[in-house]
C-alpha cells in the first residue's frame, strides 16, 4: 500500500529491456547517437510539429534549463505560488537563470488564477529598467494538486502572456497523465496551447531516469544555447543511448499512455472510494493520479497503522499518488482499512 | 576497431543485472533506500575510512559539485591547463561555484608543475581583497594524459596546497584505472594522498551512468550543503537505487579492478605495439587505459581506411582510449593495419 | 514643487564642503584612509555598540551586499511583497546572492504581517533538502509606504525569524527619517530591535552618493567576506575618502537630524493640508518624508498644471516626497494649488 | 613624494567646482538630467561616432559591466595574464558574466602575444559543445606594465579576435594617458582600433569617482540591457548629476589630457633620472605615468627612508605612478635622495 509518489514506484520491465538491447557495441556519446536521433524523429510524429529534444535525468533540471533559455538573469518567472519550480526544486531556476526572479501568484487547486496573471503583468511593467521584467510564464499541467488545465485555462494564461513578450514553459513531469485524462493530443496540450518549452517527464511513469525537454519552433533556434547549458550543468551524460532507449520503449504501442490511464484508474478509484466515507474531503478535482484529501485523523491512524504510505501535505491533507505499478488490490486493500 | 572513448563503449552486464535486480517492488526515492546506503558502507572498507557519498550521473556534475563546496564564489580554483575542468566542462566549475575563477597551471604530462604551483600560490595571495585568493586545488590522476602521480608526487602538490588552507579536490574520473595500474589502495590515492573529496567516476569503467563524490572526514560537514547543491542542481535523481545498483554490482568482487586491469592491459599492448613501429612516438607515459601517439600522417591514413576509430588530440597526437570492452583482437586488428 | 523623489534634491552644503576640505594631498585609496577609520569610529559612538562600517555609493548595493552575507546561494529571504529589495532593484539580491529566492510576504501598509511570517517559516521549513530555506529576513524601516515600525512591531518578527536561525537585515534606506520620527536612538531602531546588519542611506538625505553597510557584533566576523564582495561587485571605490567625508559632515551636530526632522515637518505639513481638502485620503499613515494620498482626479490635473512634480503609483495613489531641501513655500504653494 | 598609484591622489579643483555647480536645484535622478545627457553629446564630439554612455564609480564596475553584455555565461574572456580584470578586480567579471571563463594570454610587457592570441582561438573552437569558446578579448591599454599598444599592434590582436566573432573590450583606465603619449586619438584608440566597448576612467587622472562605460555603434543595441545589468549591480546611482558633472569639467578645454600629459611628463622625467643611476633597471617602456624600475636593495631602502611611497611588484620590480597632481619638486627630491 505504497502510496508515498509515483517516483518510489519500480521501472517498467519493457524499459529495462530497451535498455539492455541498447547495451550491444560501441555508441556516440553524448547524444550523438542514432537511438538519440530516433527518439526526437518519433516525437517530431508523436507532436506533430517538428521540434528539438535534449535528454536529462530528472524533471528540476528540465525545468530549469528550460526556464535558463526563457529567462535572462534580470528578468522574472511567473508561476504558481505551489508551482513545483517555486516550492520543490531547491532554486533550481534561480541558480540556472543566473539569479532570475520567481514571482508566484495565487490561484484555487494550483491553477493560475488569469486576474491574478494579468494584474501581475500590469504592475511588473517591461520597460521599467528598476523593476525586474516578467520574461517567461511556467504553467504545471498536470499541475501540483494533481488538477488539469483545459486548453481554454490554457490560452487564458498564455495569451495575455504573450502579448507581453514573454515565453512559455510547461512542466510536464506527469504529461502523459493528463493526456490520459483530458483526451487532449500532445500538441493540443503543448504548443498549440502557447508552450514553447515542454519539460516532458517519464521517470514518474515508467522510467528509471528519462526527462526531456522540448523546444517547439518557435525556439529552436536556441537548441545549441541549450546545449551548452546542458553541459555546463553536468547534464549532458556520456552514454545518453540509455536514457533515449527509455523513451523509445515508452513510446511505443502506447505503452505512455496505457501506464499513465492504468495510474489515473487507480486514483479515481482511490478517490472515489475515500470520498464515500463519512469525513472525508477531496481538496481538489481528481484529474489524473494524484488524491488529495482531508482525512480525519482516526482514519489517518488507522491507514498508517495498517501500513498505508502516503505523505501528509503543508496544507493538512493527506496525498496518496497512484503509478503504473499500483494494483487494484493494494487499493482496495487501502479503502477497507479506511472503512474500519 | 573503436578507441574513441570509454564512454562509448556499452555496459558490463553486471550492471545491468544489478539494475534489473533493483528493480522490484517500491523504495524510497532521492538516495534514501537502503540500496545506497549499502553502497555508502562499502566504500567505507573500500577506502578504509568514515566518509560520505553522494550520487550523480556524470563526471562534469560529480566535479563541479565538489569544488562548489571547496571553493566560494570569490575564491579561486588551481588546476592543470589540460584539467577536464578547464577545458572540458564548458564552465561547469564556475557556474556551480557562483563565478569563481580557474587558475591553469603548466606541466609536462598533462602533472601539474609543483614550482608552478608553489609560485602562484605565492603571487595569488590568502588576504589581499584585490586578489582573487586560491582556495582548491584540483589534481586528476588519472589525468588528461592518461598519466598517473605518484603518491610522492600528490604530496608536493597537496601539502603546499593545503598549507595554504587550500582544499583538496581528486578527479578520479578513471580511478580504477589508476588503481589497477599503479597498485596504491584506494586509500592510498584518495584521502592518504591529501584528497578532502574524490570524483569516483564509473561511468567510464562499466557504468551505463554512475558517478560518486565522496566526501572523505575533513569535509563530512559539508554534506548538507553539499546535497542541497546537488538538488538544486538537478543531480538528485528520483529513483537513485538505479545508480546505486551499478555501483555495488560494480564493487563486488572487485569487478572495478578487473575491468580497468582489462583496460589497461589492452592500452599497454596497443602502445607496445605502436611504438615499435618505425616514425610512431609515445607521447605520454601510459599508465592507464589511454594512449597519446605522434603518429605519422600515413600511418593515421591507413587507420582511418582501416576501420579504426580515434580521435586527433588538438596537439596533433593521436588519441586511442581502451577500455573494459576492448577485445584483443580490436588491438592485434588495429596493430596489424598500422604496419601495413 | 518638486515632489518626485527626495532622490532629485540636491546635496546639501555642508556635505561638498566636507568633500572640498578632504581633498587636499594624498590619501590611501580603497578605504584605508584615516577619515575611514575616524567615521567608523564615530559611528561606534552614534550606535552605542562595537561595529564594522563599509561604504556604498548606492541603497541598492548596500542592500545586497548586506543580504549576501547573511543568505547563501541555496537559501531566501523573506521581505514585504513591497520591499524595494523585491520591487525596485531589479533582482540585485538574487544576482549578489548568487540566486537565493525572495519569498514576498503581505501586510498592509508595507509592514510585514507577523502572522503570515510565521507560517511562511513553517510551510518552509529549515531541514527539507527540496525547499529553500529562509535564511534572512529583511524589514524596511521606513518602509515603501512611508510608515514606521515600533520597536515592538520589530521584535514581533525578528523573534520569530531570529529562533529560526535566520539574519536579520534593516533596510535604512531613510533611517534618519525614522529616528526623527520615532524618537528611537540608533540603537534602539537597529541592533537592539534585532538587526545584524544595517543598510544606512545618506543620499536621500543630503548626501551626493554615500551609503554604508553596517555589521554589528552578531555578523562583524563577516566583514572580510564582505570586503571580498564589495571589491567583486566594483563598490571599492578608489578614493573612499570623498564617501567618508560625507558622512562625517553629516554626522557632525546632529545635521542628519535636522535635515530629517525638515523633511518630515514639510511631508507632515502637505499630509495635514491635503487630507483637510474634500475627496482627498491619505493611504497611509505619514511617519517620515513620504505621502500617499488618493487625489481625486480632478485635484492631480490641476497639481500637475500648477508645475507640482509628483509620482502616481501603481496602487493608484499619489506619492509626494519631501527633503532636506523642500522650502515651506513649495509645501504651501502646493497646498493652493490643490485647494483650487 | 608618494609615488603609490595615481588613485592617492586628490581631485582636480575644476571637477569640484563642477559638482558645486551641478548643486542647485532640482534634477531628475538615475542618469535622466540633462547633465548626463550633455556628457555624452561632448563624447560623441570626443569619439567622432555616434555612442551610448553609462557612468559608474569604478573601473571595476566599468569593466565587468562591459564585459557581461560581451560573454554569456557559457563563454571566454580573452586577455593578459597580468590584466586587471584577470589580477585585480577579485573575480568581478566572473561574478557580472554569471561564470564565464577567463582565459590569460601571455606577452613580454604585459602586452598579449599575438601568435598566443591565434593559438588559443585555435585551440578553444566556438563550436564544441565541451569547450567554453572565447566570445571576448579585453585589452587594457595602457596596459598593467605601463606600455601603449600601437594602432597596429592593437589591429594584430582585435583583427583575429573580430574575425572569429569575439566582441571586443578596451580597457582605458588610463586613457587620457595613452592619448597623451601616444598621440592617438580617441576615435583611433578605441573603435577605429577595433573597440566595441571602452572603460573610459577619469577616477586616476583627477576625478573623485568617474568612470565610463562607451558603447560604440556595433553595441548600441545593447544599451537596454546594460542599464538593466547596472541597477542589478547597485551601480545606477540616485544622482547621477555629479558624476556628470565630473566628466563634463573634465573634458572642457582638453583639461583631462593637459592632466595626463603633466603626469606622464613627470613618470618619463622619474624614468630618465632613475635610469641614469648605476645599477637600475627600467622593467618596461614607459609610455605614460607608470614606472616600473629594478632597484638595487640599497637604493630602495634609502627612497623608503627619505619617505618615498611605492609599491613593491609581485615580479620585485618597484612600481611609480606619477598623476595630475605630482609636482616637479617631488621628483626631483626623488631623484636626489636616489643618487644619493
Known sequence: ??????????????????????????????????????????????????????????????????LSILCPSHGAVLCHDEAHIHRDERG???????????IPLPGAHAKIDPAALTATLNSWPQDFVHTTPPRALSVSNLNESGCAYTAGELAALTGPAKAKGLGVHFDGARFANLLAGSGMTPAQASWKAGADILSLGATKNGALAAEAVILFPSVMDRYGELQARQKRA???????????????????????????????????????????????????????????????????????????????????????????????????????????
Open 1 to 66: 500500500m505504497n502510496f508515498l509518489s509515483d517516483t518510489t514506484a519500480a521501472a517498467h520491465p519493457a524499459l529495462l529491456d530497451a535498455i539492455a538491447h541498447a547495451n550491444g557495441g560501441y555508441a556516440a556519446s553524448y547524444g550523438n547517437d542514432p537511438l538519440c536521433q530516433r527518439v526526437e524523429d518519433r516525437l517530431k510524429e508523436v507532436f506533430e510539429t517538428d521540434l528539438k529534444v535534449l535528454f536529462t535525468v530528472s524533471g528540476t533540471a528540465s525545468n530549469a534549463l528550460a
Open 92 to 102: 533550481a531556476p534561480e541558480f540556472f537563470t543566473g539569479g532570475a526572479k520567481l
Open 234 to 340: 553536468g547534464h549532458m551524460v556520456a552514454k545518453m543511448r540509455y536514457v533515449a532507449a527509455q523513451f523509445e520503449a515508452w513510446l511505443t504501442g502506447g505503452l505512455w499512455l496505457d501506464l499513465a490511464s492504468h495510474a489515473n484508474a487507480m486514483a479515481a478509484r482511490l478517490a472515489d472510494g475515500l470520498s464515500a466515507i463519512e469525513g472525508v474531503e477531496l481538496a481538489h478535482p481528481v484529474d489524473g493520479n494524484e488524491v488529495f484529501v482531508a482525512l480525519p485523523d482516526a482514519v489517518a491512524q488507522t491507514l498508517r497503522a495498517a501500513g498505508a504510505g502516503f505523505y501528509q501535505w503543508p496544507d493538512g491533507t493527506a496525498r496518496l499518488v497512484a503509478s503504473w505499478s499500483t494494483r487494484e488490490d493494494d487499493v482496495n486493500a487501502l479503502l477497507d482499512a479506511a472503512r474500519a
